[in-house]
């Protein structure tokens, strides 16, 4: 396997240390405690469609303007052969097929519609902002 499919991995961040920090970290409104987590972002890399180019470039765009750490490592591309068997349990798991799909503790957080919604209301910048990506 190349050393890019390799470096396709997740960035960590601190984990809660109390049930308080635990509990506050499902709160994701404006103003609410930051939260800790792990970012990982499925894509397409090799899409004819011009949507889906124009919902990974973004991302992209909004994931570098939020300074988001490790984020340009947390891509894993989804149609090249080593991961097709995730693609399906992927699509399962967020309920939809629209690339990018972020996953956020493992969990599916928002997909490329919704990146867009966020993104265009600013409410995307509320919930990076809410997250600690110190170690």
């Known amino acids: ?3 890019f499919r390799l470096l396709c991995v997740s960035s960590f961040v601190q984990t809660p240390s109390t049930p308080q920090a635990a509990s506050a970290e499902e709160d994701q409104r404006p103003g609410a405690p930051r939260r800790s987590g792990k970012l990982q972002i499925y894509y397409s890399s090799t899409t004819s469609s011009r949507e889906t180019r124009r919902h990974n470039e ?4 909004v994931l570098e303007r ?3 750490p490790g984020a340009f490592s947390t891509w894993i591309p989804l149609d090249l052969e080593e991961f097709r068997p995730l693609r399906d349990e ?3 798991k ?5 690339l990018p799909i972020m996953f956020l503790n ?3 957080w928002a997909d490329a519609k919704k990146v867009e919604e966020m993104n ?3 409410e995307i910048h509320d919930f990076f902002s809410q997250i600690d990506y110190s170690k």
């Open 94 to 98: 967020a309920s939809s097929r629209n």
């Open 106 to 108: 493992g969990e599916p």
């Open 66 to 68: 939020e300074n988001v």
């Open 1 to 3: 396997m190349p050393l």
């Open 90 to 92: 992927i699509f399962a």
């Open 120 to 122: 265009e209301s600013g």
């Open 58 to 61: 973004l991302l992209k765009s």
